[in-house]
Nanobody
């Protein structure tokens, strides 16, 4: 019923920027009560929380993301974003958008819906 579709990934040079988008379908009015999270998974690594934003715009960033990434949401468009600036090689991985009924969490088991993931490759 609920589907999340990421876009905006691809190949990017270190130091440059890109913006990921997540279109959320099927959540309806309940989106106004949900937390949106961005996660990433590098090859051979565990999936990790990058950022999340609550319905009232409280925001969490990982130490790696802090100062470089910006999370936002536009509930009228049912879309969330991750602006990634000054990317580095460690930002390479598959990025996932997800929805949670919990508040300001990056615990994977507290997220109920996940997108299919999109590749971000930082390479010179």
């Amino acid at each position: 019923q609920v589907h999340l579709v990421e876009s905006g990934g691809g190949l990017v040079q270190p130091g440059k920027s890109l913006r990921l988008s997540c279109v959320i379908e099927g959540a309806g009015d309940s989106l106004a009560y949900l937390t949106v999270g961005w996660f990433r998974q590098a090859p051979g690594m565990e999936r990790e929380g990058v950022s999340c934003i609550t319905y009232d715009r409280k925001i969490y960033y990982s130490e790696s993301a802090k100062g470089r990434f910006t999370i936002s949401r536009d509930d009228a468009k049912a879309t969330a974003y991750l602006q990634m600036n000054n990317v580095n090689f460690d930002d390479t991985g598959v990025y996932y958008c997800a929805l949670s009924g919990h508040y300001l969490t990056i615990a994977l088991d507290e997220y109920s819906y996940w997108g299919q993931g999109i590749q971000v490759t930082v390479s010179s």
